[in-house]
Nanobody, 120 residues
């Protein structure tokens, strides 16, 4: 089975930086789009950033110029570098990957989430 595991969430002061990582494991034959989403309690999950297999990136307006998404195809990993963090960036961050396996074909998978808290 495919499993996604995030890491890197932490408590950080406003203006600080964090780097999130997400690794996919299992019987993976290919990965298309990778992305990061976030969710506050009581709110809907929202898109933060995505990166296609060809490297095209897309960002939420609220994080443009501050966050950078990247991927390592050899390691089946996606990263999110977050700079100039603000209290409103506080949320649980989830990674998402569109993955091909022989058993299920193309399917979206989610990680368990990692908490990012921005506070002084």
């Amino acid at each position: 089975q495919v499993q996604l595991v995030e890491s890197g969430g932490d408590l950080v002061q406003p203006g600080g930086s964090l780097r999130l990582s997400c690794a996919a494991s299992g019987s993976i034959f290919g990965i298309n789009t990778m992305g990061w989403y976030r969710q506050d309690p009581g709110k809907e999950r929202e898109l933060v950033a995505t990166i296609t297999g060809g490297g095209t990136t897309n960002y939420a307006d609220s994080v443009k110029g501050r966050f950078t998404i990247s991927r390592d195809n050899a390691k089946n990993m996606v990263y999110l570098l977050m700079n100039s963090l603000k209290p409103e960036d506080t949320a649980v961050y989830y990674c998402n990957m569109n993955i091909y396996t022989l058993r299920t074909g193309w399917k979206d998978y989610w990680g368990q989430g990692t908490q990012v808290t921005v506070s002084s």
